[in-house]
Nanobody, 126 residues
Framework: QVQLVESGGGLVQAGGSLRLSCAAS????????MGWFRQAPGKEREFVAG????????YYADSVKGRFTISRDNAKNTVYLQMNSLKPEDTAVYYC???????????????????WGQGTQVTVSS
C-alpha cells in the first residue's frame, strides 16, 4: 500500500517562504517521478512542479517558475517543495503524488499520477 504524507503547510505573509515535505512509503520511491499539485477553492487541481525518478530533471508551472524549487532525497523517500516569494494567489491545498510508471520523465497530467497524499493547506495573506 502506497502512502504519501505531506507536511509543512501553514499561514505566511506575502513575500514569505514555506517548505513542504512529502514522505512516501510502499513503493520503490527512487524509481518513480513525483509531482506537486495544488487546488484552490472553486478551482481545478493544477500541476505545480515535478521531478523525475533520479532528481536530475524538474519541471514547473509558469506561475511558480523562479519562485518554487522541487527536490528529492531518495535515501529518505521524501520529496520537497521550497516556496519563496509567496503570493496570495498561491493559497491552496497542496498535494504530492507519485507517477504510475517507473523511470519516466516528468509529466504534468493528473491522470498519470496514481497515488496522492491527503494535502496540506498553504495560506498566503496580503
Amino acid at each position: 500500500q502506497v502512502q504519501l504524507v505531506e507536511s509543512g503547510g501553514g499561514l505566511v505573509q506575502a513575500g514569505g517562504s514555506l517548505r513542504l515535505s512529502c514522505a512516501a512509503s510502499g513503493r520503490t520511491f527512487s524509481s518513480y517521478a513525483m509531482g506537486w499539485f495544488r487546488q484552490a477553492p472553486g478551482k481545478e487541481r493544477e500541476f505545480v512542479a515535478g521531478i523525475n525518478w533520479s532528481g536530475g530533471s524538474t519541471y514547473y508551472a509558469d506561475s511558480v517558475k523562479g519562485r518554487f524549487t522541487i527536490s528529492r532525497d531518495n535515501a529518505k523517500n521524501t520529496v520537497y517543495l521550497q516556496m519563496n516569494s509567496l503570493k496570495p494567489e498561491d493559497t491552496a491545498v497542496y498535494y504530492c503524488a507519485v507517477d504510475r510508471e517507473r523511470l519516466s520523465i516528468v509529466v504534468t497530467t493528473r491522470a498519470r499520477y496514481d497515488y496522492w497524499g491527503q494535502g496540506t493547506q498553504v495560506t498566503v495573506s496580503s
